[in-house]
């Protein structure tokens, strides 16, 4: 299997050595402000945040493949697949 480094569209400071037709070619968040996507808190100003990005994941034709990805890897922060990391803490139990 031909691998490809390349950045993650929710964290440009990110590096991720994955398979080639990576699913991150589709996704919604490419070119959006990454901070949306990793507010300090769930709650207070930050939800607003959260909502903002939940709003591009709600667009995004790979949000499935995301919340899988996330799920997988125990991502433990950020918004992946439209939820929070407590929510993915949840979908785990
Ligand atoms: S579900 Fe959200 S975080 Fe995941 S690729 Fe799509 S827009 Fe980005």
């Known amino acids: 299997m031909n691998t490809t480094m390349y950045r993650d569209p929710a964290n440009p400071l ?7 037709d ?3 070619d589709l996704s919604e968040c490419r070119g959006s402000d990454p901070e949306i996507f990793y507010p300090i808190t ?13 709003r591009v994941c709600y ?16 991502e433990p922060a950020g918004i992946w697949g439209g939820t929070t990391p407590e929510e993915r803490r949840y979908l785990r139990r």
């Open 22 to 24: 990576h699913w991150t």
């Open 59 to 74: 667009r995004c034709a790979v949000a499935a493949e995301c919340l899988d990805w996330a799920l997988r890897a125990g």
């Open 42 to 54: 769930e709650f207070g100003p930050a939800r607003d945040q959260v909502a903002e990005a939940k």
């Open 14 to 20: 990110a590096v991720r050595k994955e398979a080639d």
